[in-house]
């Protein structure tokens, strides 16, 4: 089953960075998880003096990789599709 999480970017009216916070949505599909994370912005953090930006993301239900991966992978970040 597909989750998804939301991203929130919380800043002040000086544009002060105020930190992220996370948040796991119950929706099970892209559209529905955007509603739900513009209706906890508008519920929690937009407040006076504060503004927030948000990002949907959808998480996979796998929570590892087929593969183990290698030195330079883990390194870099950079990941190759090898399987």
């Known amino acids: 089953m597909i989750r998804f999480i939301a991203v929130f970017h919380l ?11 996370v948040h796991a949505l119950r929706s099970t599909n892209h ?9 906890l912005r508008i519920e929690q953090f937009d407040k006076q003096g504060q503004y927030c ?10 929570p590892r990789a087929p593969r183990r991966l290698t030195w330079l992978e883990r390194i870099t970040g950079n990941f190759e599709r090898r399987y």
Request: aromatic share 14%; hydrophobic share 35%.
């Open 31 to 39: 559209p529905d998880a955007y509603l739900e994370a513009s209706d």
């Open 11 to 21: 800043r002040s009216t000086y544009l002060a960075n105020r930190g992220f916070k």
């Open 53 to 62: 930006n948000f990002t949907v993301v959808e998480i996979d239900d796998t």
